[in-house]
């Protein structure tokens, strides 16, 4: 896949000094340091790792938005810090125009396509000869039977389900180190980030001496009889008679049944609410529903086209009116989120009616 032929590329560049920003290979000359360094320092490693980590990262962003056309690039790093500190982006939204950028993407295209079929071909032609080399050299003896062959999934539907899981998992990863996912690996990046550099001002090899010291003294000595006698196991409980520890017992019992009954009618409000608020959505909707995933996982990204357009809306639209892209007046509303219980309704229709009831309570 192009993930695999990408992760090859940046090793071979990264190893062999190839140019990474520019002309300048500042990935290899950063690499390099940091391998010098912690073989002189051990216990730098902990920091560096994180540091290395939200290095990676900061590599995938940059490589993602050095793609020619700009709908497969992401926000910057340094965006999103802007969006985190001020509440607002410092980057100045630019028109994107149809057919931006989209003879270098076919040329790009083209060029991955050429490669990967060269590969292929060449990796047929491998299996082929090799084929050929094992049936002029087989040695077996004994009779074939071309069986049919059985799919050893067909009975098991659960190992489907486990693989699917765990495709769901490596997709979740890649979307995050290619940034399809920019919010989440932002916050991976800036979280590794505040992780090595407290971890280089701290006094690791101090903390660390201390800290095992500290918890083998603590938890691993033989006082934690006298826990375990004192606190732990009732069996042991050198304080209580047997009459106290039967009643200790049915109070314990007593409080899990009312914990029980306290979880059962919560449930069954939840319930209650769910029920109500299906019927209320299939009434105002229709009757099929879907729930919109978190996360995009599907094994194939979907792209705009090359000749589809983006610019910023204002508030003011009065400049868009005598344009060819002018749609008129449009009303957005807030989506199928219901709220309430008795009566659920949209979130619309509860801010129309708080807000009515606010006019007349001033007035």
């Known amino acids: 896949s192009n993930t695999t032929y990408s992760i090859g590329d940046a090793l071979r560049s990264l190893i062999y000094w190839r140019a990474q920003v520019g002309p300048f290979p500042f990935h290899s000359a950063v690499m390099f340091y940091v391998g010098i360094t912690v073989v002189e320092k051990p216990y730098l490693l902990p920091s560096f790792f994180f540091f290395g980590i939200a290095w990676f990262m900061l590599a995938c962003m940059g490589q993602r938005n050095s793609h020619p056309s700009p709908w497969f690039r992401c926000k910057s790093f340094l965006d999103y810090v802007s969006i985190l500190i001020k509440g607002k982006s410092s980057v100045v939204a630019n028109k994107i125009y149809a057919g931006e950028g989209s003879e270098e993407t076919k040329a790009l295209d083209k060029a991955w396509k050429k490669r990967l079929d060269t590969d292929r071909q060449a990796k047929l032609k491998k299996n082929e000869l090799e084929s050929e080399l094992l049936a002029i050299g087989d040695d077996t003896i004994a009779t074939k039977s071309d069986g049919t062959p059985i799919n050893p999934l067909a009975r098991f539907f659960w190992v489907q389900r486990w693989l699917r899981a765990i495709c769901n998992f490596f997709r979740m990863i890649k979307l995050v180190i290619t940034w399809e996912e920019s919010i989440l690996s932002f916050w ?9 550099a407290a971890l280089l001002i701290l006094p690791l090899r101090f903390l660390t001496y201390w800290i095992c010291k500290i918890l083998v003294w603590v938890f691993l000595g033989p006082w934690m009889k006298l826990v375990d006698v004192l606190f732990v196991n009732e069996k042991l409980h ?13 109070e ?5 049944i009312r914990l029980y009954e306290k979880r059962n009618a919560q449930a069954r409000l939840v319930r209650e609410n769910v029920v109500k608020h299906k019927a209320m959505k299939i009434m105002r909707f229709g009757k099929f529903i879907i729930e919109v995933p978190t996360f995009n996982l599907p094994r194939h990204e979907d792209r705009p086209l090359p000749e589809s357009m983006a610019w910023h809306i204002k508030d003011d639209t009065s400049y868009l009116e005598s344009t060819e892209y002018w749609m008129g007046d449009r009303a957005f509303i807030t989506g199928q989120n219901l ?3 008795m009566i659920p309704r949209t979130v619309q229709e509860v801010d129309q009616t708080n807000s009515t009831k606010q006019t007349k309570e001033e007035k």
Do not use: A, H, P, Y
Not at 188 to 196: D, E, F, Q
Not at 252 to 256: G, I, T
């Open 238 to 250: 050198i304080f209580m008679s047997e009459e106290e520890t039967n009643k200790k017992k049915r």
């Open 188 to 196: 991976i990046t800036i979280c590794c980030l505040s992780i090595g």
């Open 339 to 341: 709220v309430g219980e």
């Open 252 to 256: 314990d019992m007593k409080n899990l």
